[in-house]
């Protein structure tokens, strides 16, 4: 790695700070033979960030779906432990009367007896499905949703730290070939 490239600073998971390039000349000693290696150098780190920010972004939208989903799980369970706690006069069941989700474009209707239900089934990821007394969804269903928020916060915190440091870069592109043919300029005029 290019010495002027080594990081001083990383943020908390390790993504190197940019460099901020103040004089060219002071990285590009010899332009015939540095200028390539530098201004590729500089390219590739560019692309580097850009890699890790599209990666970023990727588990940004994978958290902004799990999210909203461990919310409504948690809203139905509440439901639930809501209507099952409910004091009837009558000697009525207790049903709800719901539609849900077979796949991505059929519904069905189904009649639940909460006084019967004391347990939700949960997917919790690679095709597994568990069955949870209700009071251990909740708790399990909590947890994921304190882990997610905690990973959304870190997966903004670096898209800010790469945006920044993708800026740095470009910049530093820039004023490296802006640079370059004012040498070249001044070298066809002599």
């Known amino acids: ?14 993504i190197p700070e940019a460099p901020f390039i ?4 002071t990285i590009v000693k010899n332009p015939e033979s540095d200028f390539e290696n530098v201004m590729k150098a500089f390219q590739e780190r560019l692309q580097q960030y850009k890699y890790m920010e599209l990666s970023k972004r990727q588990q ?7 999210i909203p989903d ?3 799980n948690l809203d ?13 006069d009558e000697e009525e069941e207790k ?15 189904a009649s639940v007896d909460v006084e019967k239900l004391d347990s939700v089934y949960l997917w919790l990821g690679a095709e597994v499905m568990l069955e949870y007394p209700l009071d251990e969804a909740v708790e399990l269903l909590n947890e994921r949703l304190r882990k997610n928020n905690e990973q959304l916060k870190i997966i903004k ?34």
């Open 95 to 109: 049903i709800i009367e719901t539609n849900y989700e077979l796949n991505d474009t059929l519904y069905t209707r």
């Open 76 to 88: 139905v369970i509440s439901y639930i432990k809501e209507k099952k706690a409910e004091e009837n």
């Open 157 to 190: 915190e670096d898209l800010e730290f790469l945006k920044e440091n993708i800026t740095t870069m470009e910049v530093n592109t820039a004023r490296l070939y802006n640079w370059d043919v004012e040498r070249r300029k001044k070298a066809t005029k002599e």
């Open 60 to 66: 940004l939208a994978d958290l902004n779906i799990k």
């Open 1 to 14: 790695m290019a010495e002027f490239l080594k990081p001083k600073n990383t943020n908390p998971r390790g």
């Open 22 to 25: 103040e004089k060219v000349d």
């Open 70 to 72: 461990i919310e409504k």
